[in-house]
């Protein structure tokens, strides 16, 4: 049932209650990271219960660490993740974006408005916008177009070491594995403290070695890979107490030695492994010279395997005749320790070439936020090599908005009023850059609107160092067509969705509801 329904009235207060605490919720949300867009836009410094300090303006990263509670804050984060999951950037945009939808919904709703005719007009007004940028989008069909190392100085917060490091893996990797749905260029990436930038063709597993008494380096190495823990099979402590349970396990203690002999017949000199390895494992392939690495990540674990071209194998698996075992393996032409940064090098692989971004870190305390910006980087990159760019620094967005005010007439009815949310609602980025740069965002996005329809010009902007009005393009300030349909399209659904709550209600808990009727059964 409704919550304290006493008529019309009454009900529209409601949900204009209910509509104002969403909205509210949404602006608290928007208002924590529309600070940190922009080449002047700054740090937020999030604070853990135990005193931890993360000091970031990556948009997710405030999204996802803030303490939030309020189901439609939550539902603004939850699209921004889905957001950086898709194509790794974008986060800011697409929050400053549905915050401004939302507020403009509200405001429309106040004046009269139905909230179905504003829904209506941003569906109509978000679809115009998506294929506005689409139409705009310039093609990349070359990893040395300059225009790739300006998208990545970009999402890289201006780190131009770290652009660099993603332009080169990107020409290491090329144009048709970066365009492969299920590659991530920022997947590559590791930041380690201690470590020299550094990009080369191979896989880094970050452990060490399982004993200092193995080969610090082993060239030209059969890789036996283990998705698996390298123990013998377990019997449990009732059986162990009879005497053919007994028996048992003294069998299978002879077989797992028999199974790690043949690692050792085989010629393998590296294993990795999925989870831990039993004390026969490590000192038969401690004497036989073997390199072990133990409790791998499932992610290191996978690369490591295509790079060498080895297929996984469980330890019953190793049962098998040393002939079958031989097709498991792969080959690396060298595989060491790096004792300084302590973590395992597998380079040259017989399977799939691997390239590897290391980016360095001075210190502990900001390894996560180098790691996040390349991450960033490179998913930039890859978008804009996938679908194209278009200008950037809010120039985009606004030559968008005047286009879709301009089919305002073409909308019946109310409607048009929910297309004016979409118009404002794409002028907030530039606003808030400018904003954040100094300036007076109304009288700046003003003057940008009128050098659009003075010069006949989309990619016009505000520099932000001197407030003048600038071609993006030619100062290199470009955005990942991708990166910018991803937030529109977000930022419309999670304003839709937001809007058409009109009543909030509290669900009961179920558990509470099952003990009441179990306590009142005879």
């Keep these: 049932m409704k919550l304290n329904k006493a008529g019309n009235g009454s009900e529209a207060d409601e949900r204009l ?89 509200v405001n429309q709703v106040v004046r009269g408005v139905p909230i179905a005719r504003v829904i209506e007009g941003i569906k109509y007004g978000i679809a115009l916008a998506l294929e506005g940028i689409k139409q705009r989008a310039h093609q990349i069909h070359d990893l040395h177009d300059p225009v790739l190392l300006n998208i990545a100085m970009i999402a890289g917060r201006e780190y131009k070491d770290i652009a660099e490091l993603v332009i080169r893996a990107a020409g290491l990797i090329g144009i048709e594995k970066l365009c492969e749905n299920n590659f991530k260029l920022a997947d590559i990436i590791l930041s380690q403290e201690g470590a020299e930038n550094e990009v080369f063709m191979g896989v880094i597993i970050d452990k060490k070695r399982m004993t200092t008494e193995m080969p610090l380096e082993v060239s030209q190495a059969k890789v036996l890979v283990i998705d698996d823990a390298l123990e013998p099979e377990e019997i449990g402590d009732e059986a162990l107490r009879t005497e053919s349970g007994f028996k048992r396990y003294l069998e299978l203690q002879n077989e797992f030695k028999n199974n790690i002999h043949k690692i050792v017949e085989l010629g393998v000199k590296v294993v990795l492994v999925d989870r831990g390895v039993h004390d026969i494992a490590e000192e038969i392939l401690t004497d036989s010279g073997v390199l072990v690495i133990q409790r791998v990540a499932a992610e290191e674990l996978r690369r490591a395997a295509e790079h060498v071209g080895a297929r996984m194998i469980k330890r019953t698996g190793l049962k098998k005749e040393c002939t079958d075992i031989a097709g498991y393996l792969g080959v690396a032409a060298r595989v060491y320790e790096d004792e300084k940064l302590k973590h395992i090098r597998i380079l040259g692989g017989a399977g799939k070439p691997m390239a590897t971004i290391l980016v360095g870190a001075a210190t502990e305390e900001v390894v996560g936020e180098r790691q996040r910006i390349a991450k960033d980087a490179a998913s930039s990159v890859q978008a804009a090599i996938k679908g194209g760019y278009v ?120 558990n509470s509801s099952k003990t009441a009727n179990l306590g009142g059964k005879n």
């Design 17 to 105: 209650a209910a509509l104002m605490t969403n909205a509210n919720a949404i602006r608290v949300v928007t208002a924590a990271v529309e600070g940190t867009i922009g080449p002047k836009g700054l740090d937020t410094m999030l604070l853990g219960s135990f005193g931890e300090v993360i000091i970031t303006n990556d948009g997710v990263t405030i999204l996802e660490k803030m303490d939030v509670d309020h189901p439609a804050a939550k539902m603004l984060i939850n699209i921004a993740r889905a957001q950086q999951a898709e194509v790794g950037d974008g986060t800011t945009t697409a929050t400053i974006m549905a915050g401004g939808l939302v507020g403009e919904g």
């Design 391 to 510: 200008p950037g620094g809010g120039s985009i967005e606004v030559a968008i908005s005047r286009e879709i005010n301009a089919s305002r007439e073409a909308v019946k009815g109310m409607a048009a009023y929910g297309v004016d949310c979409v118009t404002q609602a794409l002028r907030r980025p530039l606003a808030q850059i400018v904003e954040n740069a100094g300036y007076n965002p109304l009288e700046k996005v003003e003057e940008v609107i009128a050098a659009h329809a003075k010069q006949k010009k989309d990619s016009l902007g505000i520099d932000c160092d001197t407030g003048e009005i600038i071609n993006m393009l030619d100062i290199g300030v470009v955005d990942p067509a991708t990166v910018k349909l991803h937030a529109v399209k977000a930022a419309g659904e999670v304003a839709v969705a937001i809007l058409r709550i009109d009543t909030i209600i509290k669900k009961k808990e179920e």
